[in-house]
């Protein structure tokens, strides 16, 4: 790896847009005032920054599931799916994927398997990090029907900020885990659904890279990993 890719890297297709708005704007605003243009200049930075989508080394072995998104881990709790999924009623462990402004957008698909539903639902735009984003806010969701017969719900979650949700997949498509499936614009969260009995293996404040680390494994026996803070 060059130097230069930790500090520069690709962008997606759907923020080129958006930066050559930012770029255009900070052209006029220079013309206004330097100081202008100059914050101008940050913020087209900024806009490129948050349209980065690097790439990621994505554990291949059968069973496990990564983190759909980078961020923190803000809420680990028992959580029935979104019921326009279809999903049985039942409470499964729910882990939220909290993105700042500042992470990665871009989501990937947290195992492989076949999209069974896809489901958008409007709604409100209440901060992404509390627990009632789950019920009330703009959402969309997917149900993936892994090769041993078992469910996944990942469902991404508009936030205070973002306004825009996007899916890149199609109900019937196959995935790979850490393959890229949608993102969200400005700031929002992925509640990633465990097949009942599986225990996670993070915990509440760590860091997630999208595509990367790992939330559970299906093969796993252990109790719910613990962790302590300092």
Not at 23 to 31: D, E, G, Q, S
Not at 63 to 77: C, K
Not at 145 to 174: E, H, W, Y
Request: with cysteine.
């Amino acid at each position: 790896m060059k130097m230069t890719d930790t500090f520069i890297k690709p962008m997606h297709p759907e923020g080129r847009k958006f930066v050559g708005v930012f770029a255009a704007a900070t052209v006029i605003l220079f013309f206004i005032w330097p100081v202008l243009g100059w914050i101008g200049v940050g913020l087209t930075i900024w806009c490129y920054y948050f349209f980065r989508d690097p790439v990621r080394a994505t554990p291949t072995r059968d069973g496990l599931i990564v983190s759909p998104a980078d961020g923190i881990v803000s809420l680990i709790e028992k959580a029935v799916p979104p019921s326009e999924l279809g999903m049985p009623d039942m409470a499964l462990t729910r882990i939220s994927v909290f993105m700042s402004v500042f992470n990665c957008h871009v989501n990937r698909a947290p195992i492989a398997g076949q999209i069974a539903a896809i489901a958008y639902r409007p709604g409100k735009f209440f901060n992404a990090s509390l627990d009632k984003a789950s019920a009330d806010n703009e959402r969309n969701s997917l149900c993936i029907n892994m090769k041993d017969g078992r469910q996944l719900a990942v469902v991404q979650i508009a936030g205070l900020v973002a306004r825009r949700i996007v899916c890149f997949s199609t109900q019937g498509d196959t995935l790979r885990t850490g393959e890229r499936f949608g993102l969200i614009r400005f700031g929002s969260r992925l509640d990633v659904y465990l097949p009942d009995d599986v225990e996670p293996m993070v915990n509440l404040g760590q860091t997630m890279v999208a595509g990367e680390t790992v939330l559970a494994d299906l093969t796993a026996t252990e109790p719910a990993r613990q962790a302590h803070t300092d």
